[in-house]
């Protein structure tokens, strides 16, 4: 388990299309109740709840009640790690790329 006590693989939990959409949502918002994110899918209320409990898991959604009503706010720092490994891929291919161009070169001249 990593620093924030995860339950589940962050790269797990972004693996659905609908929880990297929740995760959109709340990036662009500081905080939103359920009714709301559950509005901006065809599914109901239960599977949005669904998809926000995995996202959890993950560290990567933070909840709390106010009221009746529960708020979901995004903690993106279990993102780095994504981006950690998209930007070990990156120089990869950055250097790859970079080898295929000074070979193409070499074949013109």
Not at 14 to 23: E, G
Not at 84 to 93: P, T
């Amino acid at each position: 388990m990593s620093e924030n006590n995860q339950l589940r693989d962050v790269f797990d939990a972004i693996a659905d299309p609908t929880r990297r959409r929740l995760i959109q949502l709340l990036a662009e918002a500081e905080e939103l109740p359920l009714h709301e994110l559950t509005a901006q899918f065809p599914m109901g209320r239960t599977a949005v709840s669904k998809h926000l409990t995995i996202l959890k898991e993950a560290g990567l959604v933070v909840d709390r009640k106010v009221g009746r009503e529960t708020r979901y706010r995004l903690n993106a720092a279990p993102l780095r790690e994504i981006q950690d490994w998209v930007a070990f891929y990156s120089k990869f291919w950055s250097t790859n790329m970079l080898r295929l161009n000074q070979l193409l070169e070499e074949e013109e001249e």
